[in-house]
């Protein structure tokens, strides 16, 4: 339910955001290795719409930044720019992790910098059976807005599960993930996709090398 903002800032709830979901944002771009990309996000209606339906961000708080961005097409424009660097340097900081690299400075400055835009995890509330954090946003950013995003980046960098993120073998794909294998060696976003497209063209080396 919608609750007053104060000052201009905008208050509501957010569930607590699954680790992985900062990578499910990394991943709204896909096939990256590819000639043609192919991109979720291409205004910030988008980034609206996936704050809403995959990170859990409130209504009321998703709808007056929509509104605001609507009115002010510059803002919005500003907001949908900052959106998509946010998740290039979670690409890049998260791929370094996959491969066991160190972390450029300029990508983890980058990410303590837009938890500083964040909204604070204060507070929790117990709706209906779940715990929620009662969340008020100081400003109407795209950090803001994709708060959970950051909220799980900073846990998942932080936290012994840092050492299952994995990227994709297919070069074409490159989608991050984490590996929850038991044998802790998984290669392939999906086994059904870029999986069976690295088997494919094995058997069609060996055959032709036959």
Known sequence: MPRPTHGGRLA?????????????????????GSASPVDELQAIGDVLAWSATKAGVDPAIATPLGAAWAAHPPAAAAAFGAAVALRETLHRLFGAVAAARPVAPADFSALDAGL?????RARLVSRQRDYLWDTT?????????L???LWSAADLLAGGRRQLVRQCANP???WLFLDDSK??????CSMAACGNRAKAHRHYLRRKQG
């Open 183 to 188: 044998s802790g060696n998984r290669r392939w």
């Open 12 to 32: 509501g709830l957010i569930a607590a955001p699954p680790e992985g979901l900062c990578l499910d944002f990394v991943n709204t771009r896909y096939w990256r």
């Open 172 to 174: 074409r794909c490159g």
């Open 116 to 120: 500083a835009e964040a909204a604070p």
């Open 137 to 145: 946003l100081t400003g109407r950013t795209a950090s803001a807005l």
């Open 147 to 149: 708060s959970p995003v």
